[in-house]
């Protein structure tokens, strides 16, 4: 039996609200409908909250959700580096939701089950209770915007993004820029390191995890990919890194100037503020069309 949703929560509600409230997957054959920033995904795959060397965050968010891809090469990722890179597990944070689609809060990508959020926290030697997996925080690694923490950036975190970023299915991943630099500095001189490290990706927010962004799985021709990641050093330590190095990515936009206020001497009529504009709602309507009949089935 099809879900039902009225009329009007079709037409005008958020997508978010929509996708946002649905506990569960779509029964229909794994599909990836759309972008990572504007799409949903049917036949989702749970990722098991344990295994021998994984464990999931925040499982009352109810965001474990990706594509049978996705959530193989975690679980292979979570056992080759506890084996071979001295990293003791993965902790697991938000994939997507049920049925993918725009979050009710936090992310504007992870919509397409695609991309998977890993703390950079490894994984303490023993089960943690639901209750602790739902209010623990993750460890910064990075003291600011451009200094890494030495005291909790360890060779293991650089092996682990190594090995994560190896994989081919992977297209990128973002990290604080201090932890690009310190991958940089770490791999100087190791052979073929472009292949790599050129899919790290500085990018602001990220200073307590990695995102891992997998490509389109083949065959999905419903699947919108994204170009490769191709700096132009190879390796993206060069002026790609220098840029967010520099005030330009921080930087508040600046006001519009305000014109004079008085003509010889005359004080000039003081315009009215422009009306704030509404919160543009995001609707079913801007999703891909296949999303609705994501959303509507059993």
């Not at 464990?55 to 979570?78: C, D, F, H, S």
């Not at 999905?220 to 490769?228: D, P, V």
Request: include cysteine; charged fraction near 25%; charge should be positive.
């Amino acid at each position: 039996m099809a879900r039902q949703f009225s009329p009007a929560a079709l037409k005008k509600a958020p997508a978010k609200q929509l996708f946002g409230h649905t506990r569960t997957p779509a029964k229909l054959p794994p599909r990836v409908y759309g972008f990572y920033t504007r799409g949903c995904l049917a036949g989702a795959v749970e990722m098991p909250a344990d295994g021998s060397a994984w464990q999931v965050m925040r499982p009352k968010r109810n965001r474990a959700w990706g594509t049978p891809q996705l959530i193989e090469l975690l679980k292979r990722l979570a056992i080759e580096a506890k084996a071979q890179d001295g990293w003791n597990g993965l902790l697991i944070g938000d994939i997507a939701q049920p049925r993918g689609g725009p979050m009710l809060s936090g992310h504007h990508s992870h919509q397409v089950g695609l991309d998977a959020d890993v703390w950079l926290t490894p994984m303490p030697n023993r089960r943690l209770s639901v209750a602790e997996r739902n209010s623990i925080s993750a460890k910064l690694v990075v003291l600011d915007r451009k200094r890494i923490n030495p005291r909790r950036w360890t060779a293991a975190h650089a092996r682990l993004l190594r090995r994560a970023a190896s994989y081919p299915q992977v297209q990128r991943i973002f990290v604080h820029p201090p932890i690009k630099k310190a991958l940089c500095d770490w791999s100087r001189g190791q052979s073929g390191r472009g292949a790599w490290l050129r899919k790290i990706r500085p990018y602001y927010g990220h200073n307590y995890h990695f995102h891992i962004r997998i490509r389109c799985p083949k065959g999905m021709s419903g699947c919108k990919s994204q170009n490769e990641p191709r700096p132009a050093d190879g390796t993206g330590c060069g002026k790609e890194l220098a840029y967010w190095y520099s005030d330009k990515p921080w930087r508040k936009p600046k006001r519009p100037k305000k014109g004079p206020r008085f003509v010889n001497g005359i004080p000039l009529p003081r315009p009215k503020p422009p009306k704030p504009k509404p919160p543009r709602v995001r609707t079913i309507a801007s999703l891909p069309a296949a999303c609705r009949a994501v959303l509507l089935a059993k």
